[in-house]
């Protein structure tokens, strides 16, 4: 195949997506749905491990106080914790302040709550940690506030890393799942979409080969109409993802009131390969619908 014919594939290509609109619209929207739920797993898979990796990193510690804990035990508890190093006491949550925030969480289903004859959330202090902390050991630090009078129990950021770590490997299996699934959807969607387009050209075709043109030089537009699909679906695609992290980023979310969660964005690697898939699909879908029509 001849570079200089290279302008007039495309011109064929383009021609092509213009003159089936309704096809190639109904398939390109499809195609940026599919990439759009696998690429917010990702957007959340990275934001996820992101945290995972800060709580790894840092040492946060959630106090819970028992029922009727009186104010000078609370003040007790309050010097001890600050006496450790590096110790701060962030925030002091009451008891119902911890119901009116559960209150929150739960929006319209707050009425759930109603029903209730006491509150039975405990007060906690939020505690975190400075640089000086780094030699103690988490563990032994929660064994001894529990034995504090008037602490019921004590839970630490590195504890809850190592229940996400075992949450986020079957996340990631799952993701893989998804991602395959809709990455045979996409495959289907772009080969239905290239087959209506040759036959919508068929007589043209056969045209073009009564006069003597080559396989490819007839194929050749159809391919490319694959990967300028999947460009198309992996450039929307992206640029949605994008809105959907400007829009989350505009908001900061605290877990266990010390934490917070700064989302970033996938990396440019991922990214760029999730462009790449599109246009691999594109462009192996192409194939696949040329290859049920031509003896290639």
């Known amino acids: 195949m001849r570079p200089g014919l290279l302008p007039y594939f495309f011109r064929q290509a383009g021609a092509n997506v213009r003159n089936n609109p309704m096809v190639h619209g109904i398939g390109l929207v499809t195609m940026v749905i599919s990439f ?8 959340l ?19 819970y106080l028992e029922d009727g804990v009186s104010q000078s035990q609370t003040e007790n508890i309050r010097a001890r914790i600050e006496g450790l190093p ?3 006491v962030r925030s002091y949550i009451s008891k119902e302040k911890a119901l009116a925030d559960f209150r929150a969480a739960l929006g319209p289903r707050a009425g759930l709550l109603d029903g209730l004859s006491s509150n039975p959330l405990p007060a906690s202090m939020e505690v975190v940690f400075g640089e000086e902390a780094g030699h103690l050991e988490p563990a032994e630090v929660k064994v001894a506030l529990e034995a504090l009078e008037g602490v019921e129990e004590v839970q630490y950021s590195r504890e809850w890393v190592r229940r996400f770590e075992g949450a ?9 799942i998804i991602g395959g699934l809709l990455c045979l959807g996409v ?3 772009v080969t239905n979409t290239i087959k209506m387009t040759i036959y919508g050209r068929k007589e043209e075709i056969e045209i073009l080969q009564l006069v003597g043109a080559t396989g490819w030089f007839v194929k050749t537009p159809f391919l490319l109409e694959g990967v300028i699909q999947g460009a198309l679906s992996g450039i929307v695609s992206i640029g949605g993802l994008y809105l959907a992290y400007l829009v989350l980023s505009w908001k900061r979310f605290y877990i266990l009131g010390a934490a917070a969660i700064d989302f970033i964005f996938i990396p440019p690697s991922y990214a760029f390969s999730l462009f790449l898939i599109s246009v691999f699909f594109g462009l192996l879908g192409s194939f696949i619908a040329v290859g049920q029509f031509f003896d290639v």
């Open 36 to 43: 759009l739920i696998f690429g917010s797993f990702l957007l």
């Open 45 to 63: 898979f990275v934001n996820v491990n992101a945290l995972i990796d800060r709580w790894g990193h840092s040492l946060s510690m959630s106090v």
């Open 86 to 88: 590096g110790a701060e």
């Open 168 to 176: 986020m490997r079957m996340v990631q299996m799952v993701g893989f």
């Open 187 to 189: 495959l289907f969607i």
